[in-house]
């Protein structure tokens, strides 16, 4: 059957642009892995540390879903910190019977939301016909000595209700910080033996071949569903139907992105945030489908303007001392 030629629906309506939609990168499948080889090991917690920006939150996103297709009897839990989190046991548990979607997160005492939460969390687990509940903490890095011993609280009921719990730490770098100071204070270095015993590094693509693995997927991801449209070819129909692929533009994404490094006098090793690869090809791919033909190509110049807007140069300068810090001698 020859694939259709009519848009199935608005592109304004397309997750592209409404920036709903998830793809690979190769440190998303580091993180899994690592995940996985602490699920399968009985490792009972790891931090995943990266910069702001590098898509961390997305790689939970795409973790949860990949996990919920390959453990099946597994029980997912996310947790995102917000700023400055309160140190009230009351209102602590109260927010996370809220992550656990319970109906009344806001009442009751702190010994009453206790409860409830270790019930809720009891329930999916049994939901899921399984013994593992898997926690996200998003944002990490904000939090206190008492909420991890109040998470260590949660653990050892699960245990007492012969439930394994999996916490996987997800923040900025400064966490590795308070892992330090935890293991220095015999009082509080249990905290590290029970949720900071594995560390993965969360990276930025750092290689043209990196980009590739990206870049492909847009080639490869459909919607609508079951149909014959690919992301790519949803906005460049006729230059993807004669041939035309993001996947092998990955060395010449790379050499725009690395020209802009150079430009803006970055004295760091270069690494581009998922952030600011995905908003260029959002560009790059939404503002030229009027232009589309059969002979059409994403030039230089248009990569060159997508880097330019998806201010990438913008962020990492604000980002500079960080990366020099994370670099030395580079």
């Known amino acids: 059957m020859l694939p259709s030629t ?42 995943i540390y990266g910069h702001t920006r590098w898509g961390k939150t997305y790689a939970i996103r795409y973790c949860v879903r990949l996990l919920r297709d390959e453990l099946l009897r597994t029980a997912i839990f996310h947790l995102g ?49 399984g013994k593992s509940l898997v926690v996200f903490v998003d944002e990490a890095q904000r939090l206190e000595l008492e909420h991890y011993e109040w998470l260590r609280d949660v653990q050892d009921e699960m245990e007492r209700r012969g439930i394994r719990m999996y916490t996987f730490l997800v923040g900025q770098p400064s966490i590795l910080n308070r892992k330090t100071s935890f293991k220095q204070n015999t009082d509080t270095s249990q905290i590290v033996s029970r949720f900071m015993i594995e560390e993965m590094r969360f990276e930025g693509f750092r290689s043209a071949a990196d980009l590739e ?12 569903e079951g149909s014959d449209w ?17 996947g092998k533009h990955s060395e010449l994404v790379w050499d725009v992105f690395s020209e802009a490094h150079r430009h803006a006098r970055f004295d760091f090793t270069m690494e581009i945030p998922m952030e600011y690869l995905a908003r260029a090809v959002e560009i790059a791919l939404g503002e030229n489908i009027e232009h589309d033909a059969s002979g059409f190509v994403l030039s230089r110049a248009l990569w060159a303007h997508a880097v330019r807007e998806s201010d990438y140069v913008a962020a990492l300068d604000d980002l500079r001392i960080v990366f020099v810090d994370d670099n030395p001698g580079a």
């Open 213 to 224: 693995v990206s870049l492909c997927a847009y080639d490869e991801s459909i919607f609508p």
């Open 230 to 246: 690919t992301f790519t070819r949803f906005f460049l129909q006729r230059a993807y139907d004669a041939g035309f692929r993001l």
């Open 6 to 47: 009519t848009r199935p629906l608005a592109p304004d309506d397309h997750p592209l642009l409404n920036r709903s939609y998830m793809v690979p990168t190769p440190s998303i499948g580091s993180m899994y892995m690592c995940i996985l080889r602490c699920i399968r090991r009985g490792v009972s917690g790891a931090l």
């Open 81 to 129: 910190m917000p700023q400055n989190p309160s140190r009230s046991e009351s209102l602590f548990f109260g927010m996370l019977l809220a992550a656990a979607r319970h109906e009344r997160p806001d009442s009751g005492t702190a010994l009453q939301r206790r409860l409830r939460l270790y019930n809720r969390l009891a329930e999916i687990v049994e939901r899921a016909s």
